[in-house]
């Protein structure tokens, strides 16, 4: 386990450039916050990952304030290995994190889910896989207390690697696990609840005749069988990042797009799998979409990672798009050292926060929050 963490600074931002505050934390080596989500009376739940060697990583969970991005309580917890967080939801009035654990001693890696209260203190942990390497980087809470881990295998499947849903209980028992793939590598990034009934995987596949990796959506009923697949996707490589419900049984997806350069594709399928709508939002820089959250006012904001090719500097961006995809308002945020998005989250006041990481002159990552206060009048260019 790694030691207290050491280094919390929250920055207030001035308000012209929408950035109400920052906040940056970590152990002084490298850190990364991987996902974040609301948590209770104002409140932001962070997980992540901690260094505390080159070999040897810890997860790493926080509560955050949102009024002014200040930490309230931090902890690292993990073995001798490297214990990772990269998904985080609020399952009732707690919050599960999931993520990969080499520190079981069951595998390489194992899929790893651990349950917090409000206060930092553990409920629960569990792991599942089998002998070689195996993870979740999503999760989404179900009615009851149960949830659904998604995230990718290399135990069992058709070959190389499957995308691998886990369905927990309560308690963390495992009440179901299915793989879906085929003879490449496949896996899952993002999963959400379509309706009350079903819950769609979004991610990546190598397989199904996919040279350059297609983006690949699986919907799983209440038992975890398959209500319908498909891959979506051009010449070059798509990765579904993220997805949401869109309110009427299916789900809209962020997605990466290597078009000319890597672009922003968000589209929508129908409960039946079948896409309805898309936009690409290009650029002559690399736009890497990472999330994709609905707005209180309708619409959606979607947050990533932008880097210029010429020189390999990374900030994040922000968009708040309408329900036709169209662009209301833009912001970009970043420094002189490399920032890079990997989660957001909307708060009930309309206010985003975006989580990543943010490099430093003489150090490794640090862990990064930022909050931005998005406006429907301040139109951004597309």
Request: aromatic letters at 10%; one cysteine or more; proline letters at 3%.
């Amino acid at each position: 386990m790694a030691p207290l963490i050491v280094l919390a600074l929250a920055v207030a931002a001035g308000e012209d450039a929408g950035i109400q505050w920052t906040c940056i934390a970590g152990s002084g080596l490298d850190d990364c916050i991987e996902a974040v989500t609301p948590a209770a009376d104002g409140r932001i739940f962070a997980v992540g990952h901690t260094e505390v060697t080159s070999d040897n990583t810890d997860g790493w969970a926080l509560l955050v304030d949102s009024d002014r991005g200040t930490v309230i309580w931090q902890k690292a917890l993990g073995g001798a290995g490297r214990d990772e967080f990269y998904g985080v939801a609020r399952v009732d009035s707690c919050y599960l994190a999931v993520g990969r654990t080499s520190s079981s001693g069951c595998g390489d890696f194992d899929l790893w889910a651990v349950e917090f209260d409000i206060h930092g203190n553990i409920l629960w942990q569990r792991t599942a896989g089998g002998p070689l390497e195996d993870g979740a980087n999503a999760v989404t809470a179900l009615p009851g207390g149960s949830a659904v881990a998604a995230g990718y295998t290399w135990s069992e499947g058709s070959g190389g690697s499957d995308l691998w849903l886990v369905k927990l209980d309560g308690a963390g028992e495992v009440e179901w696990s299915r793989v879906f793939g085929g003879l490449g590598q496949d896996k899952a990034f993002a999963v959400a609840p379509a309706d009350s009934e079903m819950v769609v995987a979004a991610g990546v596949t190598y397989s199904f005749s996919s040279v350059s990796g297609d983006a690949y959506l699986v919907a799983c009923d209440a038992w975890g069988q398959e209500v319908w697949s498909g891959f979506f996707g051009g010449a070059g490589y798509d990765f579904a990042k993220d997805a949401e419900p869109d309110g009427s049984g299916g789900v809209v997806c962020a997605c990466w797009s290597k078009r000319q350069t890597c672009c922003v594709w968000i589209f929508d399928v129908d409960r039946s799998g079948g896409m309805t709508a898309e936009r690409a939002s290009a650029s002559m820089s690399d736009l890497r979409a990472e999330s994709l959250e609905p707005w209180p006012g309708g619409g959606w904001v979607v947050a990533g990672t932008v880097e210029e090719p010429a020189t390999g500097d990374r900030d994040i961006f922000a968009w708040l798009l309408d329900g036709s995809l169209n662009t209301l308002w833009a912001e970009t945020v970043g420094g002189a050292t490399d920032e890079y998005c990997t989660d957001a989250a909307v708060l009930p006041d309309g206010r985003m926060v975006v989580a990543g990481a943010a490099g430093t002159s003489d150090k490794g990552d640090q862990g990064w929050l930022v909050c931005l206060r998005p406006s429907a009048g301040q139109a951004g260019a597309d």
